[in-house]
């Protein structure tokens, strides 16, 4: 009989949750800050590939993969020998002051995925937060402007400047004072909930004038503008993708203006679209490009890629003490051989068949609004009517909570939508079960309207 970890489908044995899962919510209750939130009592112990164990000995199938960090599944054989063997070797000296081998190693790596002629050098940090912060500074660096320009729905982070450009949910602002000024938000181009009707690929138009038109006219001169960041897919903000024509016009107005063109791909990059970065679907060469969360399987690491002529600053402009640390470049390393080799197309090719799988949930399901995204990152909209795409965060919800009774590790994002982010590897079987539990899931919810 194989072991928990040797199946590629959720295997439950107790009630959930479990008995040793109820200790350690407990414990954590008692302990842990209340700030971090917690779709569901899963108390993880082990994983391997897809499937995440519990304390109770409960399998589960994760098509979350820590939000989108787990990219080559949970403790890859061939990441975990690169930690392991790094970690004998040398775990820290700090980057800033001193030199590793691999550093170069990984920054020429990551620089040969960026589209553009021109040579990119790469700073790194431990998250995704983290780059984002240091990209700030960068635009302001090269430009000598301090003004910037976001998106509403987008999420860049929780830090101080990294909040100030995230517009997600107001609890994320709420509380902490002023932030950083001189930060303009913008909508997002949003398909679906267009105001004027338009197309997945022609959504934005209007809202390009509003930037040129209003923004650049009634609040900043554009010479004044450090930069503009954008999601080419939202994260946080539901899985919804920038068409390709808006983050080309896009590009367009930045280069004109001489403002930085910055894209966030913390969530979307690595592989997951089925490329490098889903900023390559639409042909664009960003001047600064913020990662993290899949870069090193689990590691905490994250990069900034700019373009050689943007990232001039001085010696002692940006360090960091532990960013870009020799065990984490080590993961990232082996990270970047199995997405290459195989996991980037077998994201792309999992992709093209699960939306196969979905694409008529709009019409066998009345709760289901929109399917949207590329390759392993998956968008599904929940509403209470079709005709008025009323939200529903609460089926969401009930969603998220009923397939993790059934197994199958799922999260929510933006109000009322399912993201599914599963590690790259995942295979037919697995993405037939999920794909079977979430329809059990959306005919029990639909009898909860």
Sequence with gaps: MPTTLEVKTPRLVTALPGPNAKRVLEQDTKFMS??????????????HGAIVEDVDGNSFLDFAAGIAVCSTGHCHPKVVAAIQKQAAELIHMSGTDFYYESMPQLAERLSKTMPGAESKKVFFTNSGTEAIEGA?????????????????????????????????????????GALLSGVEHIPYPYAYRCAHGHTAETCGAEILEQLEGQIFKRLFDPEEVAG??????????????????????????????????????????????GKWWASEHAGIEPDILCSAKGIASGMPLGAIIARESVMRWGPGSHGTTFGGNPVCLAAALA????????????????????????????????????????????GIEIVR?????????????????????????????????????PP??????????????????????????
Aim: one cysteine or more; a positive charge.
């Design 424 to 449: 790259l590897l995942i295979d037919q079987e697995q993405a037939d079960f999920a794909v079977r539990t979430l329809e059990d899931c959306l005919r029990e919810a639909e009898k909860k309207i």
């Design 335 to 378: 990270t970047m051989d199995l997405i290459e080799s195989e996991y980037k197309e077998n994201a792309r090719r999992m992709g093209d068949y699960l939306f196969g799988r979905l694409a008529d949930w709009t019409k066998n399901f009345k709760i289901v609004g929109d399917v949207r995204g590329r390759g392993l990152m998956i």
């Design 228 to 273: 503009i960041i954008i999601e080419p897919i939202q994260g946080e903000g539901g899985y919804v993708p920038a068409p390709k024509f808006f983050l080309q016009e896009l590009q367009r107005i930045c280069r004109q203006h001489g403002i930085m063109f910055m894209v966030d791909e913390v969530q979307s990059g690595m592989g997951r679209t």
């Design 385 to 421: 009517d079709q005709r008025t795409k009323e939200k529903a965060a609460d089926l969401r919800n009930a969603i998220v909570d009923l397939a993790f009774h059934k197994g199958l590790l799922v999260l929510g994002a933006g109000e009322n939508t399912i993201r599914l982010s």
């Design 136 to 176: 700030i500074k960068l635009a302001r660096y090269a430009t000598k402007r301090d003004k910037m320009v976001a998106f509403y729905g987008c999420f860049h982070g929780r830090s101080m400047g990294a909040l100030s450009l995230t517009a997600s949910k107001s609890t994320q602002r709420k509380g902490f």
């Design 34 to 47: 209340p700030s971090y939130t917690r779709d569901y009592p899963l108390v993880a112990k082990r994983g």
